[in-house]
């Protein structure tokens, strides 16, 4: 969380997602995928080391749905439809301030056996709690985010 807390902005400048209304006067383009900036936020996350290749598989599959999506039903104005909300919190809702106040959340740690565990935690501003799945290699890695609230 702290990784993500200090880099999301660079993970949102890939810009992975064009088209829409660029300026006023222009006509609008649909949205699409630029599957280049795909690969370099991916190997950008990769360089973390914090999330596994499950993780990232998952993450390029949700580019792969949505570019899909846009093909069949193409659009240009309001959010793209599956990238309205944050990925990595699956929310719109304000969990920045929790972040914020990274050390104030408690973590639970279930493990599952040497290889796997759940962290738990629930971030009291936006009002979700969080299931992080975590396998070990080498180290620890996230192998999926899910809200379970």
């Known amino acids: 969380m702290k990784w993500y807390r200090d880099n999301e902005e660079k993970l949102y ?40 290749q499950k993780f990232l598989s998952d993450y390029k599959q949700n580019y792969v749905k949505g570019d899909e999506h846009f093909k069949k039903d193409p659009a240009n104005d309001g959010p793209p439809f599956g990238f309205d909300y944050d990925y990595f919190f699956k929310t719109q809702e304000d969990y920045q301030s929790d972040l914020k106040n990274i050390e104030s959340i ?21 009002g979700m709690t969080y299931r992080y799945t975590l396998s070990k290699k080498n180290q620890w890695q996230i192998d999926s985010i899910e809200n379970i609230s």
């Not at 408690?106 to 936006?126: A, G, M, R, S």
């Open 13 to 52: 400048n890939f810009n992975t997602i064009k088209g829409g209304i660029l300026e006023e006067n222009e006509t609008p383009e649909n949205y699409y995928v630029d599957f280049d900036a795909v690969e370099k936020e991916i190997r950008f996350m990769e360089r973390s080391h914090l999330f596994s």
């Open 106 to 126: 408690k973590f639970t740690v279930k493990k599952i056996n040497d290889q796997q565990c759940f962290v738990e935690f629930h971030l009291k501003n936006c």
